[in-house]
């Protein structure tokens, strides 16, 4: 009996070790994990905003990228102000934390095109604008609902950020002009990143989670 107990105990001693080490560790970020800052600008109703944003994280999540979404105030900025402590949503980092600014329309931009993405001389950049006035054209997009819309045009929009310049494609979510056969494959579900697409966007995000690790382990 002597024996068995002190067996139990030790046994339990050991789980108890092995749980706290468990505990103990940083949980490690997932690599093929984004944030994205959305400024809603334009006053899109929640339920639409919510529905855009269900839509893009399962386009993005069929490519193997999980979203975590920070729903930031109207007219806040996406740049750190130098005198105040920077909120979550101004934390901007390419390539895993980005910022998507909704408004209504913009004078130069032609009707026709739903948003853009900024990038630099590298092909590298962490903001995109979409126009929502675009999108929400009385049965102007009849296979898509307004915040399906929304949702495909920014996962394109965020496509064009990780996967760089010239990165319109003939096929899948990439397209540059979306008509009536690319609204109906979207409408369906079936307007995604391609497999090719969808591994440089993982590559995008991994690489830059391990220049995160490298410099911590430079600190």
């Known amino acids: 009996m002597v024996n068995k107990t002190f067996s139990l105990l030790a046994y339990c001693t050991v789980l108890l070790l092995i749980t706290s080490t468990s505990l103990a560790r940083p949980k490690e970020a997932d690599p093929r994990a984004m944030i994205l800052s959305v400024f809603n600008d334009a006053s899109v109703p929640a339920e639409i905003l919510a529905q855009g944003e269900a839509r893009a994280a399962h386009i993005l999540a069929q490519a193997g990228i999980q979203v975590e979404w920070l729903n930031c105030a109207a007219g806040g900025s996406h740049v750190p102000d130098q005198f105040e402590e920077p909120s979550p ?7 895993s934390h980005l910022s998507v600014r909704i408004v209504s329309t913009a004078q130069s931009v032609r009707e026709e095109v739903f948003g853009e993405a900024f990038t630099g001389r590298e092909g590298k950049g962490t903001y995109i604008k979409l126009f929502y006035a675009h999108l929400a054209e009385p049965n102007a997009h009849l296979p898509l609902g307004e915040g399906e819309l929304l ?13 760089g310049t010239d990165s319109h494609s003939h096929e899948g979510i990439m397209q540059g002009r979306w008509q009536d056969a690319q609204l109906r494959e979207a409408g369906k579900g079936n307007l995604q990143f391609t497999p090719s697409q969808a591994a440089f966007m993982r590559d995008c995000l991994a690489g830059g989670a391990r220049r995160k690790e490298q410099i911590r382990a430079g600190d």
């Not at 949503?89 to 390539?95: E, K, Q, V």
């Not at 495909?152 to 996967?163: F, K, M, N, T, W």
Request: a neutral charge.
């Open 89 to 95: 949503c101004s934390r901007i980092t390419y390539p």
């Open 151 to 163: 949702g495909c045009v920014i996962a394109h929009e965020v496509g064009h950020l990780l996967l």
